[in-house]
């Protein structure tokens, strides 16, 4: 079975990890960039990171498709509709993003933006602050990265909202569904992270409504995609002062342009999409265990429901 291997990155890294655990398991598949495959008929599975759109137009016998992150929703809208599509789901992954959320819940939770103010002017400017159970975090998407961060927010004594789909069972966090449920998040939460998967629910859903309903002086922070929120509303209400601050990761276009408004506003903080890089070295496993699997005939691990989009 041939496999074609198109990373955004860290090509030759991949190539080596992948390549030395099929040697164990796998013998006689071969990973192959798009401009080595002879055969295109050979080819089975695809393991892939922002591919080019066409990738998989001229290869008649694909079986599966691999993501080589969380989410999918480029991939969702690319790949016929019966296309198994596989995503990471990775203790690594869920850790980087957890510290990341962890990093600005407490910078905010701390006064942090305001003392790097005041050290700009030499200011010396005791800033107080309220115990954590006094400060209510609420965590859009209560999935595979949103649960983790919820429960090591309870445990550094916040108190937790999530909001999901279905009901979860999360000790410590006050689980919310529905249109109502947001409104109860977005109304009591003094910091909202987003880590929902970008779908047709979910686009544009951090609006200027939903700031509306955010308490006066909350923080957002986005680490989930750009599209979830509407750029020009966020400035509004940050400029505004209904919003405090916000940290972004992600943004509608990427790199984000050099005349965006968000690069200079003094209420946000932007990281260039780093809050959960994919650890090769963690997920390569996984990514060996599907492929033998989709070899042996098995159920796949992480399936993507194509339904949902996520
Ligand atoms: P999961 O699929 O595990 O979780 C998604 C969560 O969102 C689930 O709880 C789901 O509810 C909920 N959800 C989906 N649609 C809705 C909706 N319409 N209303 C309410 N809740 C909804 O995803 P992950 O936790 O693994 O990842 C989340 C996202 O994080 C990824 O899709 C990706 O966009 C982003 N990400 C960003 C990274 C970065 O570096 N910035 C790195 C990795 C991921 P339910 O449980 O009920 O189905
Ligand atoms: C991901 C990402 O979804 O890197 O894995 O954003």
């Known amino acids: 079975m041939d496999i074609l291997l198109e990373p955004d990155r860290d090509h030759e890294r991949w190539r080596a990890l992948l390549g030395e655990r099929l040697a164990r398991g796998l013998p006689g598949a071969r990973l192959r960039r798009r401009e080595e495959i002879e055969d295109a008929t050979a080819v089975a599975a695809a393991v892939v990171w922002r591919p080019a759109p066409d990738f998989c137009a001229a290869l008649p016998n694909l079986r599966c498709v691999m993501a080589l992150g969380a989410g999918v929703e480029d991939l969702v809208s690319l790949l016929p509709a019966g296309m198994p599509l596989t995503r990471v789901v990775d203790r690594q992954l ?113 609006d200027a409504r939903a700031f509306a309903r955010m308490r006066r002086g909350a923080y957002l922070i986005n680490a989930a995609r750009g599209a979830h929120v509407v750029d020009e509303d966020l400035i509004a209400a940050l400029d505004a002062g209904q919003l405090a601050g916000a940290t972004l990761d992600v943004f509608r276009q990427e790199p984000l342009p050099p005349a965006h408004p968000f690069w200079a506003h003094p209420r946000v903080t932007m990281t260039p999409h780093v809050a959960s890089l994919t650890d090769p070295a963690s997920v390569a496993d996984q990514i060996c265990e599907n492929l033998r699997r989709l070899h042996a005939g098995e159920p796949l691990l992480h399936q993507v429901d194509r339904a949902l989009g996520y």
């Open 94 to 206: 869920t850790d980087s993003m957890t510290e990341y959320v962890l990093l600005h819940v407490l910078r905010y939770h701390r006064n942090q933006p305001a003392h790097a103010a005041d050290q700009q002017h030499r200011t010396w400017q005791p800033r107080g602050y309220p115990p954590a159970r006094e400060r209510t975090v609420g965590i859009l998407g209560m999935g595979v990265l949103g649960t983790d961060a919820a429960a090591r927010l309870v445990a550094l004594g916040f108190r937790v909202l999530g909001w999901s789909r279905a009901r979860k069972h999360v000790p410590g966090v006050e689980s919310l569904c529905g249109p109502d449920g947001l409104d109860v998040l977005l109304g009591q939460s003094h910091v909202v992270v987003c880590l929902l998967p970008l779908t047709a629910e979910t686009a544009d859903i951090l």
